[in-house]
C-alpha cells in the first residue's frame, strides 16, 4: 500500500485543518490507518489511528477532543480533522498503515520508510 499525506498549511491558533491520506492498492481496505508527526527535536509520535473498518478509533491524550480521524474507503482516503489547533501542534504529519492496529500504534517506531508528510504550522 503506498500512501500520500496532504492538506497541510498555516493556520492561526483556535484554527483548523483537514488532512488526507490517500492510498493506493485495493486490498487498503483491510488495513488499519494511523497519523503520526513528527517536531523538530522531537521524536515521532502517534496521533491517531482508525481500523480497517473505521469501527475503531484511537488518539493520543494530547488530541482528543480537537482531532477526529476517518475513513473514506470509496476514496481509499483516511482523514484527520484537526480543530482547535495549538503551536505545539506544529510537526510534519505522516499517515502509515498495518493489517494490525495494534502493531501500528505500538510498533510504528519501527517503521523504516515514510512518506514526505504534509506540513502543519500553526502561528500563536
Known amino acids: 500500500v503506498q500512501l500520500v499525506e496532504s492538506g497541510g498549511g498555516l493556520v492561526q491558533a483556535g484554527g483548523s485543518l483537514r488532512l488526507s491520506c490517500a492510498a493506493s492498492?485495493?486490498?487498503?481496505?483491510?488495513?488499519?490507518v494511523g497519523w503520526f508527526r513528527h517536531a523538530p527535536g522531537n521524536e515521532r509520535e502517534f496521533v491517531a489511528a482508525?481500523?480497517?473498518?473505521?469501527?475503531?478509533?484511537r488518539y493520543a491524550d494530547s488530541v482528543k477532543d480537537r482531532f477526529t480521524i476517518s475513513r473514506d474507503s470509496a476514496r481509499n482516503t483516511v482523514y484527520l480533522q484537526m480543530t482547535s489547533l495549538k503551536p505545539e501542534d506544529t510537526a510534519v504529519y505522516y499517515c502509515?498503515?498495518?493489517?494490525?492496529?495494534?502493531?501500528?500504534?505500538?510498533?510504528?517506531?519501527?517503521?523504516?520508510?515514510w512518506g514526505q508528510g504534509t506540513q502543519v504550522t500553526v502561528s500563536s
Open positions: 502509515a498503515a498495518d493489517l494490525s492496529m495494534l502493531q501500528l500504534t505500538a510498533q510504528f517506531r519501527a517503521i523504516a520508510s
Open positions: 492498492g485495493r486490498t487498503f481496505s483491510s488495513y488499519a
Open positions: 482508525v481500523n480497517w473498518n473505521g469501527a475503531l478509533t
